[in-house]
């Protein structure tokens, strides 16, 4: 059993920033690529930035030079730091995370947190 939760979720002003950490827990023997994904009302679920194991990352054309996600590998913790926030990042984000234990690699998912931005 594996628990991806995330947290720092809330409200931010326009221009202001937020950080959501998500840690991973449970029957883990390694973490690949996790990332943060976003779904806004009455929109498809979108990317907002993945990295890898080795710290490559990857970003949504939207949050380019203004997100930044890391992770902490010996926490199972991935981070993603919001800066100049706008009001279309208004959005449940869900953390991702592909996880593999005894041979099995699958995909997890958080159960979301909201963050709603003010303009």
């Known amino acids: 059993q594996v628990q991806l939760v995330e947290s720092g979720g809330g409200l931010g002003q326009a221009g202001g920033s937020l950080r959501l950490p998500c840690a991973a827990s449970?029957?883990?023997?390694?973490?690949?690529?996790m990332g943060w994904y976003r779904q806004a009302p009455g929109k498809e679920r979108e990317l907002v930035a993945t990295i890898t194991s080795g710290g490559s990352t990857n970003y949504g054309d939207s949050v380019k030079g203004r997100f930044t996600i890391s992770r902490d590998n010996a926490k199972n913790t991935v981070y993603l730091q919001m800066n100049s926030l706008k009001p279309e990042d208004t959005a449940v984000y869900y953390c991702?995370?592909?996880?593999?234990?005894?041979?099995?690699?699958?995909?997890?998912w958080g159960q979301g947190t909201q963050v709603t931005v003010s303009s």
């Open positions: 449970g029957s883990i023997f390694s973490i690949n690529t």
């Open positions: 991702n995370g592909v996880i593999s234990w005894i041979g099995v690699t699958k995909d997890y």
